[in-house]
Structures are given as structure tokens and as C-alpha cells.
T-cell receptor, first 112, second 121 residues
């Protein structure tokens, strides 16, 4: 069975600081994808970053980067230079085949 | 141009009524999904269709029935609405992963619609 765990229900960070959101997962598949989605108050689900399991290099998208530890089944999201617009729910997701598994989310608040 | 659209965005109705939520994607994707997001923001998969065929049907009441007239549309019909059905419902789509030499050759992220906030009074 596939599972995704986000152990931090809520986090806060000062504007311009760096914050790391944790995610661990479990799967017996060798070929899978991992994603971080952002859901701001507008409720639209927005893809933040993605990682292929067979790539060792950590994905980076501007201020967003991941720390992908395959052996530990860990996929954390680092947000640098936090901005007020980063305030949102963040969901970690695992994709195997055509199925997606989501964590319970982390509510991030950026404090001015 | 909207990739995944849902209508309506807001739906307020009385208990016992029957309602439908429509979803359309113009991305050429083969797989479409319905999720329910409750008040605690938990995302729960309800259904998944691949090329108009049901591939996932999680434990949801029979009152919920998906209909896929073609692979670009996946509508959700809900009969005899109950108070507990109040939630935000998201439609999503993704393409099938193409395997080449045992490795996926393309990303397979889901694209989400804007969500439909359903309130049952």
C-alpha cells in the first residue's frame, strides 16, 4: 500500500526567511513521481515542484527546492526567501501508475 | 484558456435534492479524477476514469455516480444530498505515463479544476 505522511499540520515563517516542510512516503514501486502542490485561500491546487524517483538530483524551481532522500523515503520542500504569497496549504503527493496519494497537508503562514 | 474547468463553482442546495457537477479538460489527458476535500482540507480520492472506464472507485456512497461521456469529460452526479456531503469537490486530470525502457518518459502530474464548493442545507 502507498502512503504519504506530512507530520506538520501547521507552520509559520517570517517573511524573507527559509522554511522546510516535511514529507515521508511509502511505496514498493521502483518507478514513481513525487509532487508538492500549493493550495492558497483561492483553493486552486497549483503544482509547485516535481521529482522523478529515478533522478538523484534534487529538483529546483526558483525559490522552491526539494531534498529527495530515496532510501529514507523522504521528500521535503524548502522555500527560500519566503513571501506573503506563499501562505497556503501545501500537499505532498506520490504518483504510481495512474494513482495519486496525497498527504494531509501543511498549513504555512508567512508572517510580515 | 482553462485546462480543467468545473461548473458550477458554488452550489447551495437543500437536503434530499439531486445535483450534478460538470468537469471538462482540454489537455488531451486520458485519466480523470474526482476528489472530495473536507473542512479539514483532507483530499480524498473518490473516482478515477481512464479512457471513459472506471479504474478507481473508493468507498463512497452509491448516491455518488460518475459519468464519462467521453475522455474529456467526467461529471459527478449526487442523489439525495445529505448534510455530510458539504465539501469542496475537485476534478483533476493526468496523462498516462509512457514507459520507455522501463523509465517514464514524461511527467504525470495532475492538473486540477478550480473546485466546486457544495453546501447542503
Amino acid at each position: 500500500a502507498q502512503t504519504v505522511t506530512q507530520s506538520q499540520p501547521e507552520m509559520s515563517v517570517q517573511e524573507a526567511e527559509t522554511v522546510t516542510l516535511s514529507c515521508t512516503y511509502d511505496t514498493s514501486e521502483n518507478n514513481y513521481y513525487l509532487f508538492w502542490y500549493k493550495q492558497p485561500p483561492s483553493r486552486q491546487m497549483i503544482l509547485v515542484i516535481r521529482q522523478e524517483a529515478y533522478k538523484q538530483q534534487n529538483a529546483t524551481e526558483n525559490r522552491f527546492s526539494v531534498n529527495f532522500q530515496k532510501a529514507a523515503k523522504s521528500f521535503s520542500l524548502k522555500i527560500s526567501d519566503s513571501q506573503l504569497g506563499d501562505t497556503a496549504m501545501y500537499f505532498c503527493a506520490l504518483n504510481t501508475g495512474n494513482q495519486f496519494y496525497f498527504g494531509t497537508g501543511t498549513s504555512l503562514t508567512v508572517i510580515p | 484558456d482553462t485546462a480543467v474547468s468545473q461548473t458550477p463553482k458554488y452550489l447551495v442546495t437543500q437536503m434530499g435534492n439531486d445535483k450534478s457537477i460538470k468537469c471538462e479538460q482540454n489537455l488531451g489527458h486520458d485519466t480523470m479524477y474526482w476528489y472530495k476535500q473536507d473542512s479539514k482540507k483532507f483530499l480524498k480520492i473518490m473516482f478515477s476514469y481512464n479512457n471513459k472506464e472506471l479504474i478507481i472507485n473508493e468507498t463512497v456512497p452509491n448516491r455518488f455516480s460518475p459519468k464519462s461521456p467521453d475522455k474529456a469529460h467526467l461529471n459527478l452526479h449526487i442523489n439525495s444530498l445529505e448534510l455530510g456531503d458539504s465539501a469542496v469537490y475537485f476534478c483533476a486530470s493526468s496523462r498516462d505515463r509512457v514507459l520507455a525502457g522501463g523509465l517514464s518518459s514524461s511527467y504525470n502530474e495532475q492538473f486540477f479544476g478550480p473546485g466546486t464548493r457544495l453546501t447542503v442545507l
